[in-house]
C-alpha cells in the first residue's frame, strides 16, 4: 500500500495547503477516493458553524471495519495489526494479524446480534488494554452500534451518569484489569454503577484477571461462551465473517465523553466518513508513516489518542498497532524502552508527562536498550516544556529522530496542528503549522483578530475558522450544549478553549486552556467537577478548585475547601474529602493539595474570584491584581498565609 496524499516536502505541504483552502472540494475528494466506500458521496461538505450543522461526504455510504480490516485482507491478511504486550513482561506477547482480527471482530459482531443490539444502540465499554477492547470496539462499528468507551480510572459514579446521558443497554467489561502491581475490579465497579440503572440489558465480561465476580442471571454473560457460540453460527467453509452494516457518512460512530467548564461531562459525538478519512491522513502525514512500521501509542483507548491513533488511524492505514496493558514504570522505569527494544518500534507516540516522569529516573533505565529501530517521536496532550523536549530528543531519539508535538482534542477528532515528521520544521515546544484544511484563528476576548504583537509574538485565544472532517457532531443528547460550548462565543468559529501564540513564521505554540478546564498528566479535568465532587462530602461548606503549575504532571490540582471542621482534623478530613473525589470521579481527580480556609474571595455579587486563587496557589504573592471589589478583602491575606 503506498499513499498518494503522503507530503513528501515542505513545498508541497505548502502547495497542499494552499489547495485544501482554495478548492476543499476537490482535495478532499481526490484523497477521499482512496477509500472503500459503498456508495460514494454527492457532496463533499456542507457545514454551518451557527445551528452548527456539519457534514462531509453527504449521501456517501460506508463501514469503517471495511476500511481498517476487509480492505487489507488480500495483500496483508498475515500481517500483524495489533501486537499486545502485557503488563507482566513474563506473560506472551500477542500478535493479532488482519486475518484474525478480521475473524475476532466478525464474531463479536455476531455476538452483540445475538443479545440484541441493533444499529444506533448506545454500547458502553469500560475494559483494560487487551486486544478485546479493539474486538468490542470494532465490533460496534461493524454492527453500527455507537461505542461509548469508559476510562478504567473512572468511578462507579461517573459510569452511572455516563450510562445514563447515553441511555446505554449494553456493557462490555472484564472482569479485572493490570496496571503495574495493582489489580483494578472492574466488573465490580460496574455492578455498583448498575444500582438503580433501569436502562442496561446486557453486561458481556471478559476473563483476564480471575478476579472474582458476582454474574446476574439473564443480564451477565462470558465473553467467551458468547465467542465460541457466535463463531459456530456464522463459520461456513472454514471462513467466518460477519456482513458489516453499511452505514451513512454522517451516521455516529462513537461517543466519548469529556470535562469541560461546566460540572457535567459532554458526550461528543464524531461522524463515521469524516473520522475516517482524517485519522488516516493526519495518521500517514503526520508521523510520516511507512508500510511495515510498527506503531506505538501509549495512551489508553479510553482516551480519544488511543481510538484515533491505535485503533482507527493505524488500522485503515494497514499499519501495525502496538497496544500495551501495563504502565510505564513498572516493573521498572525502563519498560517503554524494552517494549521498543523488543518490538522493534519505529514510531513512539507519547505524553509529556510521561517523559517528564521517566526523564526523573535519568538515564540508567536506558543502558543496554536498543532504541536504534525507532524513526519518528512524537507528543500529545498538554504542553510540553523545552527541557522535556530536548531530553527526548537527545536520550530517546538520539538526536536523529524528529519530534511531532501534535496538537488536538476530544472533539477535534485528530490532529489539527503539528510538524510533518521530517518534512515540516520542528521547534522545541511548538506545535507549528495547521494540517491542510485547518484555518486557525487568534482572537481577543470579543473575537477580534489579534493584529498587534507582543513581544514579537501574537496572542490569543484559539479558534478555527472552517470545518474539517472530523470536527465534532453534537455532544449526545443536548445539541444545544455543544452549540453554545464551542460555537457561540464567538460568531462563526469553533473556541477550542486553549490560548496560542504565533510567530513570523506562522507557528503556533499552545500555552493552556483559557477556561475552567485543568490538564492534569494530560487528563482533562473540569475545576467545577472537582469542586461538585468536593462538596458532596458531609464537612464540606464550599470549595474552589485551580490548577498550578507541577513539575510531572504539568498541572496540579488546588482545592481551596471550606469545612465545618467538627472533629478538628484535618489530615483525617483532608483523607475522607479524597476519597469522596475518588469516589465520585475516579482517582484521576485527586486534589494534589487541599487548604482549609475560613472564607473565599468573592465579589459583592457572590461570584468567587478565580483569578486571585490561581495566583496564590501558583506562589505569587505581590501581585494579586485589583482587590478593592472584594467583599472581604481582608480573607485573601489570610488565605495567603495559610498557603501550602
Ligand atoms: O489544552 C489542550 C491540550 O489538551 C486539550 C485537549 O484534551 P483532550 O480532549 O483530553 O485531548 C487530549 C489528546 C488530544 C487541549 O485543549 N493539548 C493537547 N495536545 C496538546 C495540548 N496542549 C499543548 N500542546 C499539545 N500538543
Known sequence: MSYSYQIKSYEQYKKDYQQSIDDPASFWSNIAEYFTWRKKWDEVSTWNFKEPKIEWFKGAKLNITENCIDRHLKTMGDKPAIIWEPNNPEERVRTVTYNRLHKRVCQFAQVLKNNGVKKGDRVCIYMGMVPELAYAVLGCARIGAIHSVIFGGFSAQSIADRLYDANAEFI????????????????NVIDDALIGNRTVKKVIVYTRTRTPVSMLKGRDIWWEDEMEFAEHQIEKDGIVNFPAEEMDAEDPLFILYTSGSTGKPKGVVHSSAGYMVWTNYTFINVFQYQPGQIHFCTADIGWITGHSYIVYGPLSAGATSVMFEGVPTWPDAGRFWDII?????????????AIRSLMGFGTKPLEGKDLSSLK?????????????????????????????DTWWQTETGGILISNLAGITPAKASWATLPLPGVQPLLV????NEITEK????????????????????TTYGDHERCRTNYFATYENLYFTGDGALKDDNGFYRITGRVDDVLNVSGHRIGTAEVENAINMHAGVVESAVVGYPHDIKGQGIYAFVIDSNTHGDDELTR??????????????????????????????????????????????TQNLGDTTTLLDPGIVEEIKNGKI
Open 454 to 473: 507582543e513581544d514579537g509574538l501574537l496572542k490569543g485565544n484559539l479558534c478555527i475558522k472552517a470545518a474539517w472532517p472530523s470536527i465534532l457532531r
Open 376 to 404: 519518528v517521536l512524537g507528543t500529545v496532550g498538554e504542553p510540553i516544556n523545552e527541557e522535556a523536549w530536548h531530553w527526548y530528543d537527545e536520550n530517546i531519539g538520539k538526536k536523529k529522530c524528529p519530534i511531532v
Open 341 to 353: 527494544d523488543k518490538h522493534k518500534i519505529n514510531i513512539l507516540y507519547t505524553a509529556p508527562t
Open 444 to 447: 481577543d476576548d470579543k473575537g
Open 575 to 620: 483523607k475522607d474529602i479524597l476519597q469522596t473525589v475518588s469516589r465520585i470521579i475516579g482517582p484521576i481527580a485527586k486534589p494534589d493539595k487541599i487548604q482549609f480556609v475560613k472564607g473565599l474571595p468573592k465579589t459583592r455579587s457572590g461570584k468567587i474570584m478565580r483569578r486571585i486563587l490561581r495566583k496564590i496557589a501558583e506562589g505569587e
Open 172 to 187: 462490555i467489561t472484564c472482569d479485572g484489569a493490570y496496571r503495574g502491581d495493582k489489580v483494578i475490579p472492574l466488573k
